[in-house]
């Protein structure tokens, strides 16, 4: 549905976004993430068509966006981290001013009432938009982003300015929505990239540093392989079978805490899984695995790590 091929911008000497690539497929809600500074507000306004880029590709259901930027923009529902909104219209009047701006063909009056009992705005619906809480403006900026029905949703920091109660709605929102949408969604927080992302993509300094799900995540970042092993068998056999494994670059005995079972902390280089080899090892020495446990990071662990290891964002 959407993909993403080289994309380079640059504001004089300062390159915001430096050959980014990346695919997202129907059905898929996506993460964005990355510090200020980071990329990501530019690389979501040239896949809008609001900004150019000075090399690469944007499609959008095989439509490039800077060659067609048009009929792209027919097919995506935006919602910028602030919300365009004219102040001196009502509610009704504003979403009716967006229905003609977008040409769209669906009956109006039922079609604009869906989006406002899916959004939970019919209560204000002729209030002016100055009158409302940041809250409602936020729902209202979520609601244009609907009209039309399009295909493609790209929300940037969708829950700014929602109390608690609302967050949890706009997620399941969201969720709902990417039943029927495709969906990039950017954020800075991370608990909302894992209720309701399928995968994550992180930027850095201009440069796509990471892209897959949060487990996968958690697991390639992670550096050495940490792992928690209780076994049934001779401590010291097990410590210099396991230490003499491929992969293998440290092992250390942990407290004892169950008789005749000794648990190892293990540590594996960052691109070798033993898990497997180790239940196979273990079990043709005749030793019982009692216990498997990873000592995966956080989200905010994995941010973190792949941010400073790009030697942090510039500001």
Not at 212 to 221: F, I, K, R, V
Not at 289 to 299: P, R, V, W
Request: with cysteine.
């Amino acid at each position: 549905m959407i993909e993403v091929k080289n994309i380079v911008k640059k504001y004089g000497d300062k390159c915001a976004v430096n050959d980014v690539s990346f695919k997202v497929e129907t059905g898929e809600i996506v993460g964005f993430l990355g510090p200020n500074g980071a990329g990501k507000s530019t690389t979501m306004n040239i896949l809008t068509g609001y900004l150019s880029a000075n090399s690469g590709t944007a499609v959008i259901d095989g439509v490039d966006i800077l060659e067609d930027p048009t009929a792209a923009k027919r097919m995506i529902g935006f919602l910028p981290e602030q919300p365009p909104l004219y102040m001196d219209m009502t509610v009704r009047e504003y979403l009716n001013f967006v229905y003609d701006l977008k040409g769209c063909k669906f009956p109006r009056k039922e079609h604009l009432r869906e989006i406002c009992e899916l959004i939970k705005i019919q209560d204000v619906y002729d209030r002016m938009i100055k009158n409302l809480s940041k809250g409602y403006r936020q729902r209202v900026g979520f609601a244009q982003a609907l009209v039309g029905n399009p295909p493609v949703l790209i929300l940037d920091e969708p829950t700014v300015g929602l109390d608690p109660r609302q967050i949890i709605e706009i997620r399941n929102l969201i969720s709902r929505l990417g039943k029927k949408h495709t969906v990039i969604l950017s954020t800075h927080i991370l608990q909302e990239v894992q209720s309701v992302c399928d995968r994550i993509i992180v930027i850095n300094k201009g440069r796509v540093v990471a892209d897959g799900d949060a487990d996968t995540l958690t697991y390639n970042t992670a550096g050495n392989r940490r792992l928690v092993a209780r076994i049934a068998g001779g401590k010291a056999e097990i410590k210099k079978a396991i230490r003499g494994m491929d992969g293998v670059l440290f092992i250390d005995e942990l407290p004892q805490k169950e008789k005749g079972t000794y648990e190892f902390l293990i540590e594996a280089q960052p691109s070798v899984d033993i898990r497997k080899p180790l239940f196979r090892m273990l079990a043709e020495r005749g030793w019982v695995l009692m216990g498997l446990k990873s000592m995966d990071m956080s989200l905010e662990d994995v941010f973190v790590n792949l941010i400073t290891g790009e030697g942090g964002a510039e500001e």
